[in-house]
């Protein structure tokens, strides 16, 4: 995942710098986002011009409403190094800061342009910002265009809870069970765990209503 993701962005020098930003890259994929906070932490205290650093750890920062102040100020610094970015940095950066100053329309906006460009790169963040623009059927058309197979999105959470929103707001109940039956089935163990001195059987019967 990290490595494909470097592709659009600009790949810091320092290649100590680099291998937090990767790890703390693949702790945010993975929704740890204290140990993704560090990696990236430690990645800005190599370089602090990491504008890829700064942009993860202001979405890592953004999960949380009591470290909300960080994730701004990690934004305001990679604008402050825009000259030096990518498009790709930039339009990144926009989307983060309409999401964190819940601006929802520049994100939305930002996210269009990134799609338009960078195909399947920008779509969850479309779909999400559709939603919050009050644009369901929008949000579902980017949503299924996203490549839900993808090593960091393959068990992305957030994606199925907001397209069964969209779902439900349009109207489209039948999908939207299908929706919360594939996260049920997502969230369960893939086999029963082991015991010493106990046989254990489940059986699970995902959502019919």
């Excluded at 790890?23 to 560090?38: F, L, Q």
């Excluded at 920008?122 to 644009?135: D, E, I, K, P, Q």
């Amino acid at each position: 995942m990290a490595s494909t993701y470097f592709q659009e962005m600009g790949s810091p020098e320092d290649p100590e710098s680099v291998r937090h930003t990767l790890a703390g890259a693949d702790h945010s994929c993975r929704r740890e986002y204290p140990a993704a906070i560090a990696e990236l932490e430690q990645a800005l205290a190599i370089d602090s011009t990491n504008i890829s650093a700064l942009i993860w750890l202001a979405s890592a920062y953004g999960q949380y409403t009591s470290t909300l102040p960080d994730a701004q100020e990690a934004i305001r610094r990679a604008e402050a190094l825009s000259d030096r970015a990518t498009r790709f940095e930039r339009l990144m950066t926009r989307s983060q800061r309409g999401w964190l100053f819940r601006d929802w329309e520049m994100a939305y906006r930002a996210n269009l342009e990134g799609m338009a460009l960078y195909p399947g790169r920008f779509a969850y963040m479309a779909g999400w910002s559709a939603m919050r623009t009050n644009r369901p059927a929008a949000a579902l058309e980017h949503l299924e265009s996203f490549d839900t197979t993808a090593a960091c999105w393959r068990n992305w959470e957030p994606y199925w809870e907001v397209k069964g929103l969209s779902l439900h707001l349009l109207g489209r109940h039948e999908e939207e069970l299908a929706v919360a039956r594939s996260i049920q089935q997502r969230l369960l163990p893939g086999r029963v765990p082991d015991f010493p001195g106990f046989d254990l059987a489940a059986i699970n019967l995902a959502s019919a209503q």
